[in-house]
């Protein structure tokens, strides 16, 4: 086949790769993506949209249990588990056919295989028809993630599940063990846990959400704990004895090994980058434990070769692909984009309350050197939370003392991480204190709980 000429091809259509191919296209460059299996990638089909359709339909579940308290009456509260899973996989299809729409009207060229670089500037796609070589100056690596696994704990589907498993699961669950509290495994074991399994979920680190606030953690832990889960910390699954519909899990804790019993086990230890069959080390791409190293602007050690999202490591998050892939096409274009910077990538979890944080956690600003002055606010004390029966939760801000910047922002409760964005505005702002204290915020709102919060830091809180 004749080579297919274009200023800039993108490897991989998730949320990283589909965005640069549209701003590249807006900027009119020629543009090609090559993706493998779905366009939309994990994110889309495989991850964050599904798990928040289906935790939506088990917060529903919990509310309907909750009746009650809101002068509601509902009996026989149930639920079908296949239709629950329909749904899901209904949202999923939707917004992954949106893609190829969205792709469509900006002209991008789709190109369905599997891709290699053999050289500089050339593209070779293994598709159904055979082979098709591309080439361009231009090239982004977006090929993601996919889940880590253990040896001795890997999925096989029956047993031991790998998200996907737990996303159209065979069953459900009576027993299940969750390897890893990071935010894949946290919003399963809420999912599961809010529908009625025997939740435990298991931590290598000394705390559950290991990578959000102390205090945030502490907090989630003893809501996990009050909803029936339980919580193992410096504990590691060292082997999983498989038997007929039950798998022995032998778990190291404090030195001594326990044994335990579920008919379920999800594996969410971390993820590793898509660098193989890519031909990246021949071309001089450098990796270090499966992600490929870039510099600010997403540049690898060979020119023209670009890497975005998860195959470019931490943090691993849909919004930050989409940035960084925005910020690649407009420098390709010849504009002056700024880096990406990640300390100002807010990180949700969406498991029973929600978790939200943008920045430094105190500790880690307080590493950092900075003297900081540290505000917190109670759901409790807010009468939107009160009146929607969301009365547990926080929100915590972090300042510098010296200057007022903004260092990090840390919330737990209802409708957090819709809540965070104010602060990621903020921050990248440049705000301090008194812009954020001088800043009117509508009554009745959650949102007031954040001006609350800046208010407490400065010794200045009204409702508490």
């Given at each position: 086949?004749?080579?297919?000429?274009?200023?800039?091809?993108?490897?991989?259509?998730?949320?990283?790769?589909?965005?640069?191919?549209?701003?590249?296209?807006?900027?009119?460059?020629?543009?090609?993506?090559?993706?493998?299996?779905?366009?939309?990638?994990?994110?889309?089909?495989?991850?964050?949209?599904?798990?928040?359709?289906?935790?939506?339909?088990?917060?529903?579940?919990?509310?309907?249990?909750?009746?009650?308290?809101?002068?509601?009456?509902?009996?026989?509260?149930?639920?079908?588990?296949?239709?629950?899973?329909?749904?899901?996989?209904?949202?999923?299809?939707?917004?992954?056919?949106?893609?190829?729409h969205l792709l469509k009207k900006n002209k991008v060229t789709v190109v369905m295989g599997e891709a290699s670089v053999p050289a500089k500037g050339k593209v070779s796609v293994t598709t159904d028809k055979g082979t098709q070589e591309l080439s361009a100056?231009?090239?982004?690596?977006?090929?993601?993630?996919?889940?880590?696994?253990?040896?001795?704990?890997?999925?096989?589907?029956?047993?031991?599940?790998?998200?996907?498993?737990?996303?159209?699961?065979?069953?459900?669950?009576?027993?299940?063990?969750?390897?890893?509290?990071?935010?894949?495994?946290?919003?399963?074991?809420?999912?599961?846990?809010?529908?009625?399994?025997d939740t435990t979920v298991v931590e290598v680190m000394d705390r559950v959400l290991p990578v959000e606030d102390a205090e945030i953690s502490a907090f989630a832990k003893k809501q996990f704990v009050k909803q029936g889960m339980t919580i193992k910390e410096?504990?590691?699954?060292?082997?999983?004895?498989?038997?007929?519909?039950?798998?022995?899990?032998?778990?190291?804790?404090?030195?001594?090994?326990?044994?335990?019993?579920?008919?379920?086990?999800?594996?969410?230890?971390?993820?590793?980058?898509?660098?193989?069959?890519?031909?990246?080390?021949?071309?001089?791409?450098?990796?270090?434990?499966?992600?490929?190293?870039?510099?600010?602007?997403?540049?690898?050690?060979?020119?023209?070769?670009?890497?975005?999202?998860?195959?470019?490591?931490?943090?691993?998050?849909?919004?930050?692909?989409?940035?960084?892939?925005?910020?690649?096409?407009?420098?390709?274009?010849?504009?002056?984009?700024?880096?990406?910077?990640?300390?100002?990538?807010?990180?949700?979890?969406?498991?029973?309350?929600?978790?939200?944080?943008?920045?430094?956690?105190?500790?880690?600003?307080?590493?950092?050197?900075?003297?900081?002055?540290?505000?917190?606010f109670p759901f409790v004390g807010n009468g939107k939370a009160i009146a929607l029966g969301e009365p547990e939760g926080m929100v915590k801000t972090v300042f510098d003392a010296k200057t007022g910047e903004l260092l990090g922002a840390h919330m737990i409760?209802?409708?957090?991480?819709?809540?965070?964005?104010?602060?990621?505005?903020?921050?990248?702002?440049?705000?301090?204190?008194?812009?954020?204290?001088?800043?009117?915020?509508?009554?009745?709102?959650?949102?007031?709980?954040?001006?609350?919060?800046?208010?407490?830091?400065?010794?200045?809180?009204?409702?508490?």
């Open positions: 086949m004749a080579t297919s000429n274009f200023d800039m091809i993108v490897i991989g259509a998730g949320p990283g790769g589909y965005v640069a191919a549209i701003r590249g296209a807006q900027l009119g460059l020629k543009v090609a993506v090559v993706e493998r299996e779905h366009l939309g990638g994990i994110c889309l089909n495989w991850g964050c949209i599904p798990t928040k359709a289906m935790l939506r339909s088990s917060e529903v579940f919990h509310l309907m249990h909750r009746a009650k308290e809101f002068g509601l009456k509902a009996n026989k509260i149930d639920y079908d588990l296949d239709a629950v899973v329909k749904r899901s996989r209904g949202v999923a299809k939707q917004l992954s056919g949106g893609v190829g100056p231009n090239i982004i690596l977006a090929t993601g993630a996919r889940a880590r696994e253990l040896p001795g704990l890997e999925a096989d589907g029956d047993l031991v599940w790998t998200y996907k498993h737990a996303l159209t699961p065979p069953r459900m669950p009576k027993k299940l063990l969750v390897i890893g509290s990071g935010a894949i495994g946290i919003e399963f074991a809420s999912f599961y846990n809010t529908l009625g399994s410096k504990a590691m699954v060292k082997q999983l004895d498989r038997g007929k519909g039950k798998v022995t899990a032998h778990i190291e804790i404090g030195g001594k090994i326990e044994k335990h019993d579920f008919d379920t086990v999800i594996s969410a230890v971390g993820i590793v980058g898509n660098v193989e069959g890519l031909g990246l080390e021949a071309l001089g791409v450098k990796i270090d434990r499966t992600h490929v190293l870039t510099d600010a602007y997403c540049r690898t050690a060979v020119e023209g070769v670009f890497a975005i999202g998860d195959i470019a490591g931490a943090p691993w998050l849909a919004h930050k692909a989409s940035h960084e892939g925005v910020m690649v096409a407009e420098l390709i274009a010849g504009q002056s984009p700024h880096p990406v910077k990640p300390e100002s990538i807010a990180g949700c979890t969406y498991c029973q309350p929600q978790v939200a944080s943008v920045g430094y956690s105190e500790a880690k600003a307080k590493e950092l050197g900075y003297d900081v002055k540290v505000g917190r409760g209802a409708e957090v991480t819709e809540l965070i964005q104010g602060y990621v505005v903020g921050r990248t702002l440049e705000t301090t204190e008194a812009e954020l204290m001088e800043t009117v915020f509508p009554h009745p709102t959650l949102s007031e709980m954040m001006h609350e919060s800046v208010l407490d830091a400065y010794g200045r809180a009204l409702h508490f």
